[in-house]
């Protein structure tokens, strides 16, 4: 049964990312990416992960999406539909094959655990993200203050040139 | 799992959207009564008794309305729109429970749950208003995306602040620990910040703006007909009612009340919340799409943090619950304060243009007596901003 599952995310997963890529309409590759991106937190909820699979949904399927879908829609991508830039290819199979070199090895030296999959619980998960794992949260905050930031930067240029 | 367990689960839904329709069907009707009450007029009287058989008269037309998809839209994503909407609009209801027992599947993470699908139903509403190809579908749908994204930040604030009262996401736990005083009297300021934020959310009047018929006819809505209007017709009043439960859940003690039955409470309170949302629309009239944004990242942003600041201030020093109560209304009075001096902004512009006009006309007629011409002077002759 939970076979069965992943087998049907994994292939919803890979075929969204693959439209991302194949699709040259910006809007159609911003909505494979959601198909793609939810299928993820499917495969979150068949290994026992509840509160990162609501996570996944809540962050990269409705807040992302949505702030790219809403960029994309409001930069006249109707005028030009079909740009892509396509340079970057070479760039992109060296950090895929990275990404999943580094998932491999870890994978094969550290084989999967036997024991039945459980869900966390909920207050041990809080605890140790805010002891523990204080400071990559902190450094993980910092990256989206940097974000905010260069945003008000760049759109207080803008305003002034006019 | 079980095939009796899959089967008793597609039961509950059956269930669940079954009684969801009739209370929807009753919405329809009632907004319609008070509404015409509130406007003096009767509002439905022609169809059955006190025009209760009005809904089922509006759902028949609906169906048998002609569905057009119009030629240039994009028919997938015309079509899986309105599905999108309505489906995250109904899972929610699986984790809202009625009663201690009576829940379809009560949820550790219940209100996490919520949350998290409550911001799906944005991405439909985009995917309607761009599949439709029409600039008034593009751009309600632009501004939905807009309004949702920000009123759903003040929104998950309060929640967060009310999880943290009651130690718990689980919904049941939150009404049991309001079994002796609701946590309407510790957080009024966050019970206003919720409804606030609520009626944004379901982008009823004064926040309908990005289906505003008057300015985007009908926003995402515009190119839809028949079935697949009703579809989201249906999302529309499930998220009301929805909005009003959580209310009643999370503000006003969910089901606990003396003498009747759990169900009869949560069903009275959830009532007057809904009622309340219905008296607000037929009372205010629309906001500006800037006064809105506003309103949300001005305000209710900075308001929602305050909340967490001081329930967490509350929780961690175990403070007596009447200062949390102080607290919150303190924030209540400021915002009180504020919203009066925008609201008699208007009027004392008003009178500052007059008392500037008045000089001029007198500094003219001075000029005039004396005989030399009068010095240009910059007049003030835009209106209340």
Redesign the interface.
Known sequence: ?SWLLFGLLAVLTLGGGLGVVATRNV?HAA?FL?LSLTAVAGVYLVLFA??LA??Q??IY???I???V??AV??TRSSDYPRISDNRQWPLAVVAALGVLGVLAAAFMSRPSPVTRPQSPV?DELASSLFTRWAVPFEVASLVLLVALIGAIIIARASGNER | ?EIIDILTIIVKLAVLFTILSVVVLGLTWLERKVLGRLQGRLGPTRTGPMGLLQPLADALKLVLKEDIIPTAAEKV?FWIAPVIVVISAFVIWVTIPASQSLVVQN???GL??I???S??G??GL??AG?GSANKYG?LG??RA??QL?SY?IPLIMVVVAMAMLAQS?DLRVIVEKQSSYPYLLLQPLGLVIFFIAGLAEVGRTPFDIYHAESEVVGGPFVEYSGAHWAVFFLAEYINTFAVAALTALLFLGGWSGPFLPPVVWLLLKTLAVVLVIFWVRGTFPRLRIDQLMAFAWKALVPLSFYVIVITAVYQFYGWPAWSLTLMSLAGLAGVGYLVYQRMTAPARQVKQVQARQRALAQSRRAAAAGGTPPAPQPVATQGPG
Do not use: K, P, S, T
């Open positions: 049964m809007v909505l959601l509840e509160f609501l996570v949904i809540l399927g409705g807040a999406v949505i702030v879908l809403f829609m409001l909920f | 799992m994503l949820l550790d993470l996490f749950y949350i998290a699908f911001v799906v944005i991405l985009l995917m761009w593009a749908g632009l995306a807009a994204i759903e996401l």
